[in-house]
């Protein structure tokens, strides 16, 4: 009697499967300044609440979605409120946690397979298609493929609806984020850095990041308070496993000595 074995599938179409990992983490974040961020007085005796469940909600669902602690959670909301240039305060951890387990979310579902495109307005937290999202008058935060290719739109008047390349978005993004946690970001601010970055990071936003954030932890931890490429080239490493040496962040040839494919399945190891 023959042994059983696993059967075993060899991946032929690499294209089509790169192109479907990117849009694992294609994520679109909508912004409605009308929403209520700071609730009314409750009318009741005693300390007023400073945030809204909206507002609690908001910042959990961008907890989850990106996998970050709470502190970092609070940073990163910072820094999508600046990019859509709403003046509004956040929560800090502590007021997260706690608020965390009385909250009563509400979050419908509905099955799809495009990008996912989060709705944020003042009726609450909802996943919705392209069609019903032309009916709101909302702050897009695009988190699909990075494309530094792409030409910057400014219709309709809008001064913030696609009013920035990718690469300016990314190198804002970082900023807010090297604010926040006082670190000086200016160094590494070139087109270079971002090129390998996005390489680096198979062009997905939320990989992206990652990087910058554990890079910046790892500058942090090290008691500097300026970031170098050598930040990013231990994050790459830990992530990958592979020798400093091939980095795209050290490498000068570091698009043809990295398959993407490859690396897709090394970033993607868990």
């Known amino acids: 009697m023959s042994s059983w074995h696993p059967t075993k599938y060899k991946t032929t179409n690499w294209s089509a499967y790169n192109d479907a990992l990117k849009q694992r983490g294609s994520l679109t974040v909508w912004l409605d300044p009308e929403m209520t961020w700071r609730p009314p007085p409750t009318g009741k005796r005693g300390r007023q609440p400073q945030f809204s469940d909206a507002a609690i909600q908001t910042c959990l669902t961008m907890k989850v ?3 970050m602690p709470l502190r970092q959670t609070t940073g990163f909301v910072e820094s999508l409120l600046r990019l859509v240039g709403l003046c509004w ?3 800090d ?6 608020r965390q387990r009385m909250l009563n979310v509400n979050l419908s579902y509905r099955g799809g397979t495009g990008a996912l495109n989060l709705l944020i307005d003042s009726t609450g937290i909802k996943s919705e298609g392209e069609e019903e999202q032309l009916y709101h008058l909302l702050r897009p935060v695009h ?5 530094f290719d792409r030409v910057p739109e400014n219709e309709g008047g809008d001064e913030v609806c696609d009013a920035f390349s990718d690469m300016e978005i990314l190198n804002r993004l970082a ?4 604010d926040s946690v006082g670190i000086d970001f200016e160094p590494l601010s070139t087109e270079d850095f971002f090129e390998r970055l996005n390489f680096a990071s198979l062009s997905r936003w939320g990989l992206a990041i990652e990087f910058l954030i554990d890079a ?7 008691g500097r308070t300026t ?3 050598g930040d990013f080239v231990e994050t790459f490493a830990d992530r990958s496993e592979i020798p400093k040496a091939m980095s795209p962040f050290t490498a000068s040839d570091y698009e043809e000595i990295l398959d993407p494919a ?6 993607d190891k868990d």
Do not use: H, M, N, Y
């Open 65 to 67: 979605l990106i996998g």
């Open 89 to 91: 305060a956040v929560p």
């Open 93 to 98: 951890f502590s007021t997260l946690c706690r």
């Open 143 to 147: 988190f699909g493929t990075i494309d």
């Open 175 to 178: 900023f807010a984020l090297a």
């Open 216 to 222: 910046f932890v790892e500058c942090s931890l090290s």
């Open 227 to 229: 970031i170098t490429i």
């Open 262 to 267: 490859a690396l897709v399945k090394l970033l």
